[in-house]
C-alpha cells in the first residue's frame, strides 16, 4: 500500500485559503482523505467556524491517541512583499512557502498521513481520534472547545492527545511543550475632568492617575518563576488619551495592560489585583477607574510522566537530539485539551510563522511523520 506523502498534502492544504474563519476547503479535503482511510468523520461546525473530527477504531477504547490541531491561517500582510504566492505552496531551495507552512498545516498533514498509514498497515487495538478546527488563529470561542464539547455530548474519550503546533525554535527536535503560561489583557478607563492646561486646578487630569497606575503595575513583581515555569510578565501595550490639543486637559483617558503569567497565580486572583491597585489609584486622585479584562488561558502543566517521556523518546530517535521540557511561547489550543485529558505539544521550527514569505524545510515535513508514526507505534505497543 503506498504511503501517504505529508509534503504533497501540505502543498494541498496550503493551497486552501483558509484565513480565519474561512474554511477554504481544507477541512473538506482532509475529511475526504480520512474517510477513504477508515476514519469515522464528523463535521462540528459552530458559531460560522468549520471543525472536523474523526475516529479511528471503536468508541470508548480505553487506549485512544488523540491528535489536535488547525487549518486556520493567520491575514497575509503585505501581499505584495511576499517573493512567493501566498496560497501557492512553490518550493525553492529545500523549503515550501506559503501561509501556514508552519503554522501548522504541515503539523495537520504530518499526523493526518501518519493516522492514516498507521491504521491501514498495522491496525491498532485501540482508537485515534483527530481534532482539527478552524478557529485557533481567531477568537478560539468555536474552534477546538466545540470539537471538545462534541466529545463530551457523544461519549467520546482521549487517552492523551499531543498538539502539533510548531514547538522547536531553531533546530527539528529540540523542544517539546509541556504546559503553557496563562494569557489576559486588561483595559483601565481612567475618567477625570476636562479643562485648559493653563489653569490645571480647574481640571482634574486623568493622566496623571493613568501614568501613576502604570508605572505600579508595571514595576511590580509578579513572581520569580516556579519549578516549570519563567517569572510571569506584565507590559503595558498602550496609553491612550485622543487629545490633539496641547492646551486642554481631557476628560478620558485609556489603556491595556497584557499579562503573561505561571501555576503561582490564577486569571481571577490576578483580576482582583488589578481591581484593587485600580481603586487605591482612583482613591488617591479623585478619579474614576474602570477595568475590563478578558482571561484568554489559564497556566497549565502536564507533569513530565509516561506522555512526555513517549514523545521524547520518538524525538530524540528520529533525530538524534533530546529535546528539552518546556512551557514557553504563546496560548495554544492545548490550554482547552487539558481539561479532558494529558496533553503536550510538538511540532516543526517555528521561526517563519506568522511571517511574510511563511515557509518549511520540507525535509522536516517527513521527519515529523516519522515521528508521529513512531508515537503511535510505541503507544499501541505497550500495554
Known amino acids: 500500500m503506498p504511503q501517504t506523502d505529508p509534503a504533497r498534502l501540505t502543498a494541498e492544504l496550503i493551497r486552501c485559503p483558509s484565513v480565519?474563519?474561512?474554511?477554504?476547503?481544507?477541512?473538506?479535503?482532509?475529511?475526504?482523505?480520512?474517510?477513504?482511510?477508515?476514519?469515522?468523520?464528523?463535521?462540528?461546525?459552530?458559531?460560522?467556524?468549520?471543525n472536523l473530527f474523526a475516529r479511528w477504531g471503536a468508541r470508548g477504547h480505553a487506549k485512544t491517541f488523540g491528535f489536535n490541531g488547525h487549518t486556520d491561517v493567520v491575514p497575509l500582510g503585505d501581499e505584495n512583499a511576499w517573493s512567493m504566492p501566498p496560497f501557492g505552496a512553490e518550493e525553492k531551495d529545500g523549503f515550501m512557502y506559503g501561509r501556514g507552512a508552519t503554522d501548522m498545516k504541515s503539523g495537520v498533514a504530518a499526523f493526518a498521513a501518519?493516522?492514516?498509514?498507521?491504521?491501514?498497515?498495522?491496525?491498532?487495538?485501540?482508537?485515534?481520534?483527530?481534532?482539527?478546527?478552524?478557529?485557533?488563529?481567531?477568537?478560539?470561542?468555536?474552534?477546538?472547545?466545540?470539537?471538545?464539547?462534541?466529545?463530551?455530548?457523544?461519549?467520546?474519550?482521549?487517552?492523551?492527545?499531543?498538539?502539533?503546533?510548531?514547538?522547536?525554535?531553531?533546530?527539528?527536535?529540540?523542544?517539546?511543550?509541556?504546559?503553557?503560561?496563562g494569557s489576559m489583557t486588561a483595559w483601565f478607563t481612567v475618567t477625570g475632568v476636562q479643562g485648559h492646561s493653563a489653569y490645571p486646578h480647574r481640571a482634574n487630569n486623568p493622566l496623571n492617575a493613568m501614568v501613576r497606575l502604570m508605572d505600579r503595575l508595571a514595576s511590580h513583581e509578579l513572581d520569580k518563576g516556579t519549578e516549570h515555569f519563567d517569572a510571569s510578565t506584565l507590559a503595558v501595550v498602550t496609553v491612550d488619551t485622543g487629545n490633539p490639543a496641547t492646551n486642554v486637559i481631557p476628560a478620558q483617558a485609556t489603556s491595556a495592560v497584557?499579562?503573561?503569567?505561571?501555576?503561582?497565580?490564577?486569571?481571577?486572583?490576578?483580576?482582583?489585583?488589578?481591581?484593587r491597585e485600580s481603586n487605591k489609584a482612583a482613591s488617591e486622585f479623585g478619579v474614576e477607574i474602570k477595568?475590563?479584562?478578558?482571561?484568554?488561558?489559564?497556566?497549565?502543566?502536564?507533569?513530565?510522566?509516561a506522555l512526555s517521556d513517549l514523545v521524547c523518546a520518538a524525538v530524540e530517535a528520529e533525530t538524534g537530539r533530546k529535546p528539552e521540557l518546556s512551557t514557553t511561547g504563546g496560548t495554544s489550543d492545548a490550554r482547552f485539551v487539558k481539561n479532558h485529558c494529558p496533553v503536550v505539544e510538538f511540532g516543526l521550527v517555528g521561526k517563519t510563522m506568522h511571517q511574510v514569505d511563511e515557509r518549511v524545510e520540507v525535509a522536516q515535513i517527513h521527519q515529523l511523520k516519522s515521528i508521529y508514526a513512531r508515537i503511535l507505534r510505541d503507544y499501541f505497543a505497550t500495554a
Do not use: Y
Request: charged share 25%.
Open 114 to 181: 501518519a493516522a492514516m498509514d498507521f491504521v491501514q498497515e498495522t491496525p491498532p487495538d485501540g482508537a485515534i481520534i483527530l481534532t482539527i478546527t478552524g478557529d485557533e488563529e481567531g477568537p478560539a470561542l468555536d474552534g477546538t472547545t466545540a470539537l471538545l464539547d462534541h466529545m463530551d455530548r457523544e461519549g467520546e474519550q482521549m487517552s492523551v492527545c499531543l498538539v502539533g503546533e510548531p514547538t522547536c525554535p531553531n533546530e527539528m527536535g529540540e523542544m517539546i511543550k509541556i504546559g503553557r503560561r
Open 291 to 305: 477595568v475590563d479584562v478578558k482571561i484568554s488561558g489559564e497556566s497549565f502543566i502536564t507533569p513530565p510522566g
Open 258 to 275: 497584557n499579562i503573561r503569567f505561571n501555576d503561582a497565580h490564577s486569571g481571577a486572583g490576578l483580576t482582583d489585583w488589578l481591581q
Open 20 to 50: 480565519t474563519p474561512e474554511e477554504g476547503g481544507a477541512l473538506v479535503l482532509l475529511e475526504k482523505l480520512l474517510s477513504a482511510a477508515g476514519f469515522n468523520c464528523t463535521r462540528v461546525d459552530r458559531g460560522g467556524v468549520s
